[in-house]
């Protein structure tokens, strides 16, 4: 009997732990709560991503793997993003493409 007792609590708090419940928000690892103001070298930029939402900002991971937040609509992160976009497709086009770089659906997703 007590055996059949701690099988049930262990299986129910191993559900309770596993099982995420209906409606519960899982918050994102990078949430941007300032902008920075202070221009970045686009040498050190290793890659960006776009992050929507209450505070648009465009976050751009360094090569030593800092996240910056700052403003889409400042002129240097703009031209940072072009410089990153080229250079990208640059080093895309210099590689022999794979089966599915060379399909058209294929989309480029940039992660941090």
């Not at 990078?30 to 939402?53: D, H, M």
């Not at 700052?70 to 089966?99: E, F, G, L």
Request: with cysteine.
């Amino acid at each position: 009997m007590k055996l059949l007792i701690l099988t049930c609590l262990v299986i129910c708090s191993l559900a309770a732990y596993t099982v995420e419940g209906v409606g519960s928000e899982v918050l994102e690892k990078s949430i941007c709560v300032s902008l920075t103001t202070q221009r970045l070298p686009i040498k050190n930029i290793k890659t960006y991503t776009i992050k929507e939402g209450s505070m648009k900002a465009v976050i751009f991971i360094t090569r030593r793997g800092l996240k910056v937040c700052a403003d889409p609509h400042v002129d240097w992160v703009k031209k940072a993003v072009r410089t990153i976009d080229r250079s990208t497709r640059r080093n895309v086009s210099q590689s022999k493409p794979t089966q599915a770089q060379q399909s058209p659906n294929t989309a480029v997703t940039l992660t941090g």
